[in-house]
C-alpha cells in the first residue's frame, strides 16, 4: 500500500511522480494554490536516510506518503492566504499543530490546496485564486470549502489532505468527489494555525482514498495541544485497531426525516439503504431516528457562524498583518477600505451579517435564539445516540452541481442541510463514496457517531467500504493507471 | 423581518467594511431572502431552554505557566504591511499638535 515502505520506490522519487503528476493536471483542476517543493525533497531525503541507515521499522505507517493541506493551515516555509487577497502575501511564522503531527508521522508536505475564501462557501467558488473543478466532471464544483483538498485526493494528486469542517467543509467536498472524509468530534484535533472562523463549530479533518488511511491520519493528528485549550485531553487511541471487527450487533439507526426530506436524490437514497442492507446483513440492529430539529439548523448555524465570524475576523484590520489600503485619510478610512479591497462578496456578506446578529437590539432576536436551538439540535443527537451506536443519514441532497448553479446565498447555505447539524451538535461523523449516479458522479452516504466514538465510526465505514467496493476512478486518473 | 438600505449601511460600518451604494443594495435584497429563511426560528418555543455556547461543557481551562520560545519581533513583523524599526507602523490617530 505504501510504495515507499515497500521499497517500491524512494521517497524521493515518491515526490517526483507526485510533482508531475500535479504538473500534467493541476492546471485544469487548481486542487493545488501553491507548492512547497523544497519542504516534500527535505522530508523525503529524510525518510530516504533514514530507510538507507536501516531504520525503516521505527518509521511509522504514513512516512513517505505525500500529503496537502488546506490554505488556512499554518506551515513554516509556505504562505498562507485563506485564498483571499487580504492574506495573498501572508507568510506562515509558525505551522499549525495539525500539520505538524502529520509531517511528523513522516509524510511529504507537497502544498497548499485551494479553498473557498476564509472558508466561507460551499464550492470553491470564492476562492481568489478561481475555483477547483471537480476532477470527475470539470463542468462541476468538487464542494467546499475544502474542495482544493477534496479535489487533489480525488484526483489522486496526493492520497492525503487535511480540511477544516465548520458546517460541512470536509463531508461535502468529499461527498461531491467520492472521497473518505472526516470531521472529527470537535475538540478531537488542535485547531492551533488553522485560520478560525467560528471557535465554537471548526474542526481540522481529514480527506482520504480509503478508511485506513483516514484512520492513520486520525491517528497522527488528534490529541492534546497547549496550545489550543479546547483540544481535548484524552489517551491516546488505535483508530485502526476495529477496521476488521464485525458489525455484528451494530446499532445502527437511518435518519427518516433526512431520508425522506424534499429534493433528496433518489439515486443517493438508494445507495444509502442499500448500504444499511449490507450492515443488515452484516448483523448490525437496523432502527430508524428523527432529528426533528434539523429544519432548524440552517437558520441557527448562519446566525451563530457569522457572529462567531464577525468576531473572529475583526482582527484583520490592515495593522498587523496582511493588506492594508494606501493613501488613507484617517484609521477609520484605513480600516474601512482595507477589509473592502481584502474581503471577496461573501466574506463581507458572512461578517456584515455577523456583525448584525451581535449588534444591540438584535442580540436577544437572534444570537441568544440560536444558541437555544442549539440546545435543541443537541438533544436530538443525544437522544438518538442513547438508543444507538452510529447514525445514517445522506451528506448531501444532490451530487456535485454545475458552476454557477446557486447564485443566490441562501440556496447555497441550504446545500449543506443535512452537515451543519453535526457541527452544531459537536458529534463526528464521516463521509464516503455510496456508488456513481448514472451520469458519472460519486454518491455518498454519511455517518454519524456520539462523541469521541471515531473508532466505531471508522469501523462502520471499513464495513461500508468492503461492501460498497467503491474502485472507480475519475476519468484522467483511470486512463494513466490503466 | 428585512433590513433597510440604513440599516445595511450601519451594520457595514460597524464591521468596519466600505461599501458603495451600489454594494449596500445588492447586500439589502440577498438579505432580504436569507433573514425571511432566519426568521423561522421564531416558530420555536424556546422557553426554559438553556443557551449552547460550545459543543462541550469545558469551563476555566488553566494550565502551569511555562515560559516557551516567543515569535520574536522579526517573525511578528515578517507581514506588517508597514513597519518603522522594531514597530508596526500605523496612521495618527491624534491629531497633530493634540494633547488628548
Known sequence: MNPVLNGDMTARECVDATYTEIDAHNKEINAFVELTPDLAYAAADEIDARIKAGQKDELGPLAGVPVGFKDNMNLIGSKMTCCSNFLKDFESVYTATAVQRLIDAGTLPIGKTNMDEFAFGSSTETSVFGPTKNPWNLERVPGGSSGGSAAAVAARMVPIALGSDTGGSIRQPGAFTGTVALKPTYSRVSRFGVTGVSSSLDQVGSFATTVKDTALTLNAISGHDRFDTMSAKRDSEDFTAKLDSSVKGLRVAVVKDYLEADGLDPEIKASILAGVAALETQGAQIGEVSLPHSEYAISTYYIIMTAEASSNLARLDGIRYGARAQDTKDVVDLYLRTRAEGFGPETRRRLIMGTYMLSAGHYDKYFDRALRARTLVKQDFEKAFADYDIIVAPTTATTAFEFGAKQDPLTMYLSDRFTVPVNLAGVAALSMPSGLSQEGLPLSIQLISNYYDEATLLQTAAALERSYDFTELPSHVAETTA | ?100
Open chain 2, 1 to 100: 423581518m428585512s433590513l433597510t438600505i440604513e440599516e445595511v449601511k450601519h451594520v457595514a460600518m460597524l464591521a468596519r467594511i466600505g461599501l458603495t451604494d451600489e454594494e449596500i443594495e445588492t447586500l439589502q435584497r440577498e438579505f432580504d431572502i436569507i433573514f425571511k429563511h432566519i426568521d423561522t426560528l421564531a416558530e420555536l418555543d424556546l422557553e426554559g431552554v438553556e443557551p449552547t455556547s460550545r459543543p462541550l461543557p469545558v469551563l476555566n481551562i488553566t494550565r502551569a505557566d511555562e515560559i516557551v520560545e516567543p515569535l520574536g519581533i522579526e517573525k511578528a513583523l515578517k507581514n506588517a504591511p508597514a513597519r518603522e524599526g522594531s514597530a508596526f507602523q500605523v496612521p495618527r490617530i491624534v491629531a497633530a499638535g493634540g494633547d488628548a
